[in-house]
């Protein structure tokens, strides 16, 4: 089976640059292809406030529109807090536990 591609999550995602980051993996989706299987890794992730969960749930969005399989790993527990507390752990189907 084959390995599904991967993308990676930027060092910082903030109010600053969170449109830039939302362009360029929403970009790096679409050259993957519709249909595709895709897993974006959050373990660079360092700096970030609540505007990487909407780069996250964009990203969701144009996946399940393109009928693509996103799967979110190495999330950091600080960015799990705020998932818990928004209360997005269905949309993100983060693994909080």
Do not use: C
């Amino acid at each position: 089976m084959p390995i599904p591609p991967s993308l990676e999550f930027p060092q910082r995602v903030d109010h600053a640059n969170a449109s830039t980051v939302l362009a360029d993996l929403t970009n790096r989706l679409q050259q993957v292809g519709d249909g595709a299987p895709v897993v974006l890794g959050l373990k660079a992730l360092a700096h970030f406030d609540s505007s990487a969960l909407s780069v996250l749930l964009a990203l969701r969005r144009h996946a399940v529109t393109s009928g693509q399989s996103l799967q979110i790993t190495e999330w950091p527990h600080k960015l799990l807090d705020l998932v818990e507390a928004y209360g997005l752990k269905a949309a993100l189907q983060a693994d909080t536990d």
